[in-house]
């Protein structure tokens, strides 16, 4: 592998929706004032969520996202607020919430635009615009989906400029904080070979790198193991943690390792009905002859697999892919 001149940093920050680029500005979280105040300047930006879905515009250059300004949302959600993510050098950015009617009247002024579903449109979009709107979403998500105190079931509130929640019962006052579920992602190796596999659930032809969640009690190197040994009965003997990338759908940090197996034995599961081994060239092949669809490149396991790919000497994956989709 030639990485050698790539740190984990830079190589996490080439993944789609890693949205490092914005200053989340943590000191003002908790001052009421500034949120307030910072709320309503026309400077500010708003990125709207409906129902979990992103407002996107399509045209000649790819998927936009579209921000509207606090003149164009006057009503903030009460019970989701908007909430705080940070700062660009040009905008203060916050995720809001839109209701079923403001929905209607914000797509009635923007006729080029849509509520849409951020993974399948993120593909051509902008690296810095895909990141706050996954932001956005992830935040959104845990907020909808902790509206309730999970010890005593009373109504929870948001706080921290929508960091942080309180249950609203103050003899129980119990806080969460926003939740990630980590999940592995492995492309596993052997000699010139790389194996793929092909979930029950999806598609016919389409085949991606091994992947599963962290369980309790393990590390993410024993989950690499276990989900491996789960999926394809592979027994590995060399894992290297690679990069990572936030994945919003609906909430999991993925993290990416390249991982060499004892040998080429390998079997099915319920899940991962069919694992196949490729090399560059066969690879090459099947693409070509549309018998093996790949996971589209703004996920970790497409970037996993066209750097091993580069690597081998295949050259530019994304471009066969391309060609293969026209
Ligand atoms: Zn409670």
């Known amino acids: 592998m030639n990485t050698a001149s790539t740190d984990h940093l830079a190589r996490s920050r080439r993944n789609q929706f890693?949205?490092?680029?914005?200053?989340?500005?943590v000191e003002f979280r908790d001052d009421a004032q500034w949120v307030a105040k910072t709320l309503i300047d026309s400077n500010t930006r708003l990125v709207p969520l409906w129902r979990s879905r992103s407002l996107l515009e399509r045209n000649t250059e790819g998927t936009l996202s579209v921000?509207?300004?606090?003149?164009?949302?006057?009503?903030?959600?009460?019970?989701?607020?908007p909430t705080l993510l940070g700062n660009d050098g040009k905008h203060q950015y916050f995720a809001a919430s839109v209701t079923d009617s403001q929905k209607d009247a914000i797509l009635a002024k923007l006729p080029n635009a849509e509520f849409a579903d951020l993974r399948r449109a993120s593909i051509d979009m902008a690296a810095k615009h895909a990141g706050i709107l996954a932001y956005a979403k992830a935040l959104?998500?845990?907020?909808?989906?902790?509206?309730?105190?999970g010890i005593c079931g009373s109504p929870n509130l948001l706080r921290s400029a929508g960091h942080r929640m309180v249950c609203s019962n103050e003899e129980c006052a119990r806080e969460s904080f926003p939740r990630i579920d980590p999940a592995i992602i492995v492309l596993v190796t052997h000699g010139d070979s790389c194996l793929l596999g092909r979930n029950a659930k999806w598609r016919p032809?389409?085949?991606s790198t091994l992947a599963g969640f962290v369980e309790p009690g393990e590390s993410l190197e024993d989950a690499v193991v276990r989900e491996v040994y789960?999926?394809?009965q592979v027994n590995l003997n060399d894992i290297r943690y690679v990069s990572s990338q936030p994945w919003p759908f609906?909430?999991?940090?993925?993290?990416?390792?390249?991982?060499?197996?004892?040998?080429k034995n390998s079997g099915s599961s319920e899940e991962v009905d069919e694992a196949r081994w490729f090399t560059v060239e066969s690879l090459i092949q099947a693409v070509i002859a549309d018998e093996v669809r790949l996971s589209p490149p703004v996920s970790i396991a497409f970037r996993l697999l066209a750097d091993w790919f580069r690597n081998n000497g295949g050259g530019n994956l994304e471009e066969l892919v391309r060609r293969q989709r026209q």
């Open 140 to 149: 959104h998500y845990w907020q909808y989906r902790h509206a309730f105190c």
């Open 250 to 263: 609906p909430a999991s940090a993925m993290c990416g390792f390249y991982a060499e197996a004892v040998d």
């Open 205 to 207: 032809k389409h085949f």
């Open 230 to 232: 789960e999926e394809v």
């Open 18 to 25: 890693t949205s490092v680029r914005l200053n989340r500005e």
């Open 67 to 81: 921000y509207l300004s606090p003149a164009e949302l006057t009503e903030p959600d009460r019970i989701q607020p």
